[in-house]
Structures are given as structure tokens and as C-alpha cells.
């Protein structure tokens, strides 16, 4: 039933920014017997919606924001699924003035963690719960149930979480969402999220890369293999739909439509605030920052244009052996998947550290293994690392990594060094590699950089046969002194 009025308050979430997502979702809350007030600056989309869904479920129309709010049941929850930056503020601006201390605003849409931080401590101090929510999973997730990370205020979710949980992905029995932690905690959870779906997308584009132009296979049988993968360790939603993409043929031409896509993969930014987010954090996320660069390189058309037909040099001799380099490709892919991961969880844990927040990596783990665009059979075993080592130091060294890694490496190296004499660019896979082997090694040509900086900045060093910090009088007589 569909109520064209706001003449009660007898709606238990409001949904304003009815473009796809936000009516997808509102969609979902009905479906699951919540009645959703609805909010569009432009009352079109509200009527659309009511005209095209309104038996979905009890939808409660609106026409301004006082009305939307007086439509809500107190505590009054509110989702905001506009734009990121000022538009967000704008409409937050305009919903806190129209409420009352105890209500709650939750923005679902990608922000700057940074800016939901400055949001939650304004609101707080108007007496308002601000909830920084990451929604993963698309237009169908949002519609048939999303991961969902939600930040802000604990004494919030207990009214909120109920709701959430109801329309979110089910693994096992368990909702894929939980309260993450405090203020930008949700928004920062899901900025990584993103950054290691770049990651992964972009070993993916690798390995479509290297069967095509290494093997020489066409679209159909790259999206054969990968059907094929999709059954076994790599299961995945991007190996799903990988395999489909690469399917599907282009009715106006008859080619496989990959063939006539453009070959510039656009961005809109989570990607980028993850890597210079890692960058403020001392972070090594090497894999998502050269899926990131990737991107940005296969956009600089004039660049590319005016580099076609630069020397090569001599190549090598493609594989020979068609079953034995698919394997390798499979166990590369695995392994830099890992590190990809790896990587993400690192900075996960260092930005906990940074802003107090008390992140539980395993519960990261078990709301993304359903609703999110990363969902994995990968998770399950990530989960199970952290549900017996919650203070797992790297996820390369858990016993299964370890091995998982173990067996792939040969066929990692053969991976990067052919596709290197064959002249083809796998910048994450090989970046994966040396992250892997600078964890590994040793000793690191550090020490020299090390020296370097002491020689022209007195930066000091530290000792490997006793502690303290040192510098060389390197403008002096090249004595040693206590820094």
C-alpha cells in the first residue's frame, strides 16, 4: 500500500536522492515490510517511483523536507544518497534543521572519510547521530541486498542496526553488516573496499591482457577459462562478471563487445583517496595504487598516441605451452590477489590506529564476503584467519596465504618475466611480486638510502650491533657520534 500523503509519522526510515541507488534501496526497506518515507528535490522521481513500485511495499510521498520529517517515527532515520562533497553538506544542512536531538542522519553515499569525520562532530554537538555508511554491492545490491558498513555513534545502531541488517546480503546466517566504529570509521572501511576492488579488477584486466596477446586467445575462450576459474578458488562476483563481459558480442558489429569498447577505464576517485590515504599512513599498497595508476595511464590518449610505435626492443618467444602458462596466469592472479588484500587489511589496521577507531579486521571480512562487489569464496578464508588470529600480523604469513603463495610463486615469477619479453604491461602483478619480495628480504637497500640521507641532511641512522641513533660527521673527519 502506497501512501500519497506525509499525515503521520509512521514512517521507520526515510530515504532523500531517489536516483538509482537511493530508489533502489528504498525499494529494498519496503520489500522487507519497513515503511520508507520518500525525499527527491525533484518531486518527479518521487512520483516515478510510486508509479512504477508503489506495490513493492509502503512508501509515504513527500514534497519538502518538513513534511519528510514530520513523516518519521522518532528517532527519525534519515539516508541521504546524493552526491559526494557539497551537495551532501547542503542536504545534511537542510534535514538537521528540521530535526530534533536523538535523530539520526546516514549518509550512504561514497564521502571522504575525512568529511564524514567533520560531519559527525557537528552534528554531535547539535545533539544529532551522524552515520557514515559505505554501501557496496551496485544497483542490484543496493536493491536485493548490499554490504553494509556502518560508522558513527554505537548508541545509534542499536536503533538503526535492526534496519540495516534486514536489508543487507545474508551469508551463513549472518547479516553483511555491523557497526564498524566511530565517525568516519564506515566511509574509510569502504574507501579501502574500493581501493582493493581497483586492485582486482585490474589483475583481472591483466590476465585478460596476457591470454590475449601472449596466447593469442579471443574473447570467448578467455571467457571460457575464466567461467571456468569461477568455480574453484577464485570464485568471485569480477570473475562472474568478467566471464560475462567477455561473452557477450555486440549486436551492430558482431564482435565480441570488448573489442569495441574504448580502452580507457574511467575513475571517480575512491580509488585515488585510498592511495593517498595509504600515503598519509606510511602504508606500502603498491597492487591498488598501480590499478589506480593504471587507470589514469589508459586515459592519457594524447600521451598514448603520441608513444604508438615507440622501439620495443627484442622481444621473446610467446609460451608454447598453452595449458601449462593458463595455470601460471591462475596462480598469479591468486597469489597477487593476496597481496592485494594483504595490503588493504594493513591499512585497514593503521587507520584504526590513527583515529582510535578499534576496527576488527575479521568482521571486515565477514560483511564482504556476500552484497559487495568483492565478494569471494577468497573471504571465507580471510574470515577464518582472523577468527583465529585477530592479531594477525599480515595476512601473508596465516598458514594458508603462506601456502597458497608457496605454490603459486614459480609460476608468478614465469608470469612477470614473459610478459616482460613479450613487452606487455602487468604493473600490478609484477609490483605484487616485489612487494612480496622487499617483505621477504633480508636486507633492503634502505641502508643506503639511509646513509644518503644522514650525508646531506643529518637525518641520523640506527646501528644493526647496538642501539641508538647515529651520524657520521660526513663534512668533518667522518667520526661517528651519538645523535
Given amino acids: 500500500m502506497t501512501d500519497t500523503t506525509a499525515s503521520t509519522a509512521r514512517a521507520q526510515i526515510g530515504v532523500t536522492g531517489l536516483a538509482v541507488m537511493g530508489s533502489n534501496i528504498a525499494r529494498n526497506f519496503a520489500r522487507h ?33 518538513d513534511e519528510f520529517v514530520a513523516a518519521l517515527q522518532r528517532p527519525r532515520r534519515v539516508l541521504i544518497m546524493v552526491k559526494a562533497g557539497d551537495a551532501t553538506d547542503a542536504v545534511i544542512e537542510e534535514l538537521a534543521a528540521a530535526m530534533e536531538p536523538g535523530d ?8 571522504l572519510y575525512t568529511d564524514t569525520i567533520r560531519r559527525e562532530a557537528s552534528l554531535r554537538e547539535r545533539g544529532l547521530h551522524f552515520v557514515g555508511a559505505g554501501i557496496s554491492g551496485g544497483e542490484e545490491g543496493a536493491l536485493n541486498g548490499p554490504s553494509i558498513m556502518p560508522g558513527g555513534p554505537k548508541e545509534s545502531y542499536e536503533s538503526l542496526g535492526p534496519l540495516l541488517e534486514s536489508v543487507a546480503a545474508v551469508v551463513d546466517g549472518t547479516p553483511c553488516c555491523t557497526h564498524i566504529g566511530p565517525d568516519g570509521a564506515g566511509h574509510f572501511v569502504k574507501m579501502v573496499h574500493n581501493g582493493i576492488e581497483y586492485a582486482d579488477m585490474q589483475l583481472i584486466g591483466e590476465a585478460y ?34 566471464a560475462e563481459v567477455l561473452s557477450q558480442v555486440d549486436a551492430k558489429t558482431g564482435q565480441p563487445l570488448v573489442d569495441v569498447i574504448v580502452d580507457a577505464a ?4 575512491t580509488g585515488r583517496w585510498t592511495v593517498k590515504s595509504a600515503l598519509d599512513l606510511g602504508v606500502p599498497v603498491t597492487g591498488i595504487a598501480e590499478a589506480v595508476f593504471a587507470r589514469a595511464l589508459s586515459g592519457s590518449r594524447a600521451q598514448r598516441e603520441a608513444a604508438k610505435g615507440l622501439a620495443s626492443g627484442v622481444l621473446g618467444d610467446k609460451p608454447t605451452d598453452a595449458d601449462r602458462f593458463t595455470e601460471d596466469i591462475r596462480q598469479a592472479l591468486y597469489a597477487s590477489k593476496i597481496v592485494a588484500y594483504a595490503q588493504g587489511f594493513d591499512q585497514i589496521r593503521a587507520g584504526s590506529v590513527e583515529y582510535g577507531w578499534d576496527l576488527t579486521p575479521g568482521d571486515m571480512a565477514t560483511i564482504w564476503r556476500g552484497g559487495c562487489i568483492i565478494r569471494a569464496r577468497f573471504l571465507n578464508r580471510i ?41 606487455i604491461p602487468v604493473p600490478a602483478f609484477s609490483s605484487s611480486l616485489s612487494y612480496y619480495d622487499g617483505l621477504r628480504a633480508e636486507r633492503l637497500p634502505a641502508a643506503l638510502t639511509q646513509g644518503q640521507r644522514d650525508f646531506f641532511g643529518a637525518h641520523t641512522y640506527e646501528r644493526t650491533d647496538r642501539p641508538g641513533k647515529f651520524h657520521t660527521l660526513w663534512s668533518g673527519d667522518r667520526s661517528e657520534v651519538d645523535a
Fill in 33 to 65: 515490510g519497513h515503511t520508507v518515507a520518500l525525499h527527491n528535490r525533484s518531486v518527479a522521481k518521487t512520483d516515478a517511483l510510486i508509479a512504477e513500485h508503489g506495490d513493492e511495499g509502503d512508501f509515504v510521498r513527500t514534497e519538502t523536507v
Fill in 266 to 269: 574511467e575513475q571517480k576517485g
Fill in 383 to 423: 574470515k577464518e584467519a582472523y577468527d583465529t588470529n585477530p592479531d594477525l600480523t599480515s595476512l601473508i604469513v596465516e598458514p594458508y596465504f603462506k601456502d597458497a603463495i608457496e605454490t603459486a610463486i614459480d609460476s608468478w615469477r614465469r608470469v612477470v618475466v614473459t610478459a616482460t619479453q613479450l613487452g
Fill in 209 to 242: 591482457h596476457l591470454f590475449r596477446d601472449a596466447l593469442g586467445f579471443d574473447a570467448a575462450q578467455i571467457a571460457a577459462v575464466f567461467g571456468e576459474w569461477n568455480t574453484g578458488d577464485l570464485e568471485s562476483y569480477l570473475i562472474e562478471i568478467t
Fill in 104 to 111: 539520526i542522519i546516514i549518509d550512504g553515499g561514497n564521502a
